[in-house]
């Protein structure tokens, strides 16, 4: 009995999120004015641009570290491979596998740091992973507004600033919409990149197949308890990095398949954007902070991504004013953020007081609880 | 040597680095044509417009409830007394005055709320803060826009609607405390007597109110909570009283910044406070839970006496502008190495 009201209430908070993000999309559609087809082509894109990404998010979740928001160093490692890339002058497809190769020692890097640092910081891995991002970022801003040309040398002239050193605030890139393209299939007025979802699925499947290797059952013994993973021989403070380690080159990878989606890099602040949407895409499609499947990534990269595409024209015809719409997206996407992570510590610190409760043998109090 | 090593851990490392480094730049400041005394003056003034909004940190960390990176919360309460007070038109101390007193209630019912939340989230407060900041910011953003306010310097010219980014308060109550007893040593050098004042007073509060019953208990809370419960202290009650306490000042610090910087910045502009605040605490020696008001002294002295020097005296040394790295790497890293240190019990 006590088991089913548990899983009910499971089910409840897991879907409070998502079915209240339907509910808000389903009624601005309309109100939206936007066609069918622009409406399909724009998640199908969006899809495709940002999988990737909310993908590279479920392994550390895995291991019991929360939402890793410094996936950036992933997304900052991309970046940079992308610049050289770009910089060297390899179009093509060529040049997208070179940046991923490239990508993977700068983010195997960033990653072991960044897990190391959590490791120092147990319990509280979401606010240090956030912070660490933002304290990498300004590395790696010091590292290409003043390193790049005298120190770092670059061939191309016209990707520096006029200045002389730093690279320049938007770098056209040379790869793009070479994943895209590779195998585009068009229904009517809908395209399809395949081959973007192909790498998708692959993805998909390298995380499935993880999860049932020794590492990923590991992984999930150390999310579950480090103390009796510790007690069983499991290699804790290893096993939490290694789930930082890859978060982060998939992030990377993820990076520079949306980059090549959008085709220009906003060197500066690029990345910024990229640990919130994938946590509110995440989070959305009904992941919590302590479990989190592959179709929570892909449905709730959907449903985000439908909101995003909606609201401000919704907004704007409900207000008259488009900046309305504007923020109010904004404040979607870190109020759900924000919502799914308050659901989980209040029912993770409900369970908590309940169990002290029923073992003081208390019955009374949990009525109130 | 041991005495050596004993000053060394008990001042911590990274402030160590931060104030040798900050007297270095004092140091060859003149070498680059940068005068002391402008220098000084700035550093104190900077001083005075954000000791508040780092004080604000004290009470939140000593009930438990951890860094405060919720404190846009507090800033959107002053924000809001600030606009509301220009709606009146009320000028020179009054209306920086009215401004406070409004942001206070504010704050106070705001910081209830805020505070009733983070009871329920115990041990995520960090996070859920940020994020409740960030989300509080955007909410807003939406009311500048739609709550009707009517004053023509506040809304929007064209459209004589909607809140500005910026609303100057330069006809109202610029520098009303800056101002005050304000004493100019030469061209270059200036006391801000008024704002100095004015922490002082805040700081004071604080001070004697930790040692009352009310402050003791909610230290006792943050210290050891399951003390705290067998003394028979309400840990929620208490902690909801430091937010609402943190909430306040917060409110108060960011009116103090607005007098002083002429400008009531809304929208995004709250978010920009945070970080910094929360570096500055840390930067003084306070850890995730524990902090005094000379933490916030020497921190902020640190922390924005660097932000003055490093533009001034680097790019005047070698013509490059690196002081907004600095800043970034400094202060979140600042934030990192305090979030990892081992907790003392």
């Known amino acids: 009995m006590k088991k089913d009201t548990n899983r009910y209430r499971k089910l409840l908070t897991g879907s409070v999120v998502p079915l209240m993000f339907l509910i808000i999309s389903i009624i601005s559609i309309p109100i939206s004015n936007f066609s069918t087809d622009y409406l399909l082509n724009g998640i199908i894109t969006r899809l495709a641009r940002n999988s990737f990404l909310v993908l590279s998010l479920i392994l550390p979740i895995l291991a019991g570290m929360g939402i890793n928001f410094g996936m950036v160093l992933g997304a900052m490692a991309g970046q940079i491979a992308l610049i050289f890339v770009t910089d060297w002058g390899i179009s093509g497809m060529g040049g997208l596998l070179l940046a991923a190769v490239l990508s993977m020692p700068i983010s195997l890097l960033l990653g072991y740091f960044a897990g190391a640092v959590l490791n120092r910081a147990k319990g509280r891995e979401m606010i240090t992973s956030m912070i660490l991002g933002f304290f990498v970022a300004g590395i790696y801003q010091f590292v290409l507004l003043y390193l790049c040309g005298p120190v770092i040398p670059f061939r191309s002239p016209n990707l520096i600033l006029s200045r002389g050193y730093g690279v320049r605030n938007t770098v056209k890139l040379s790869t793009f919409g070479v994943l895209d393209n590779l195998i585009y299939l068009k229904i009517g007025n809908i395209g399809i990149p395949i081959a973007t979802f192909i790498v998708i699925g692959l993805a998909c499947l390298f995380i499935v197949w993880f999860r049932k290797t020794k590492l990923g059952h590991d992984m999930r013994a150390v999310g579950q308890g480090m103390g009796v993973s510790d007690n069983a021989g499991i290699p804790v403070e290893k096993t939490r990095i290694q789930s930082i380690i890859i978060s982060t080159v998939l992030a990377g990878f993820g990076q520079i398949i949306y980059l090549q989606n959008i085709g220009t890099l906003n060197t500066y602040s690029g990345s910024e954007q990229a640990a919130l949407f994938a946590a509110a895409s995440l989070l959305v499609g009904g992941a919590t902070v302590a479990k989190a499947g592959i179709p929570n990534a892909i449905i709730g990269t959907g449903l985000f991504h439908l909101m995003f595409l909606v609201m401000p024209a919704a907004g704007k015809y409900i207000t008259g004013q488009a900046m309305i719409g504007e923020y109010f997206r904004t404040f979607i996407s870190y109020g759900v953020v924000t919502l799914a992570l308050i659901l989980h510590a209040w029912k993770r610190q409900k369970d908590k007081d309940m169990d002290r409760e029923s073992f003081r043998g208390n019955k009374d109090i949990i009525k109130e609880g | ?345």
């Open chain 2, 1 to 345: 040597m041991d005495k050596i090593k004993e000053f060394v851990k008990d001042f911590g490392i990274a402030r160590l680095i931060i104030a040798a480094f900050l007297l270095l730049l004092f140091a060859v400041a003149p070498i680059f044509g940068v005068r002391l005394d402008t220098s000084i003056s700035d550093v104190l003034t900077r001083f005075g417009m954000n000791a508040i909004l780092v004080l604000s940190m004290i009470p939140m960390i000593q009930s438990g409830c951890g860094l405060n990176f919720g404190l846009p919360v507090g800033l959107i309460a002053g924000i809001l007394g600030g606009v509301i007070s220009l709606e009146f038109r009320l000028v020179g101390l009054a209306g920086i005055l009215t401004a406070m007193l409004i942001g206070i209630v504010f704050a106070t019912i705001f910081g209830f709320l805020y505070g009733e939340l983070l009871n329920k989230i115990k041990g995520d407060e960090m996070i859920i803060a940020t994020y409740v900041g960030f989300s509080a910011v955007f909410f807003m953003n939406m009311m500048w826009i739609l709550l009707p306010f009517r004053n023509p310097s506040s809304v929007q010219g064209y459209k004589g609607e909607g809140l500005r980014t910026t609303i100057s308060v330069e006809e109202y109550w610029f520098r009303a405390i800056s101002n005050f007893g304000q004493i100019k040593v030469n061209k270059y050098l200036t006391i801000p007597t008024g704002m100095l004042l004015a922490f002082t007073i805040m700081a004071l509060l604080v001070y004697f109110f930790f040692k009352t019953k009310l402050g003791t208990a909610i230290t006792a809370v943050g210290s050891n909570p399951d003390y705290a419960r067998a003394a028979g202290i309400s840990i929620n009650k208490m902690r909801t009283i430091s937010v609402v306490l943190s909430t306040v000042i917060g409110a108060i610090g960011i009116n103090m910044y607005q007098q002083s910087f002429g400008f009531i910045q809304l929208y995004n502009a709250p978010l920009a406070f945070a970080f910094p605040s929360v570096a500055a605490v840390l930067l003084g020696g306070a850890s995730v839970n524990k902090a005094s008001i000379m933490n916030v002294i020497v921190g902020t002295i640190l922390f924005q006496g660097m932000l003055t020097m490093t533009p001034s005296v680097i790019n005047n040394a070698i013509n490059i502008d690196v002081s907004e790295v600095i800043r970034i790497v400094i202060s979140n890293g600042m934030i990192v190495y305090a979030l990892t240190r081992k907790v003392k019990k």
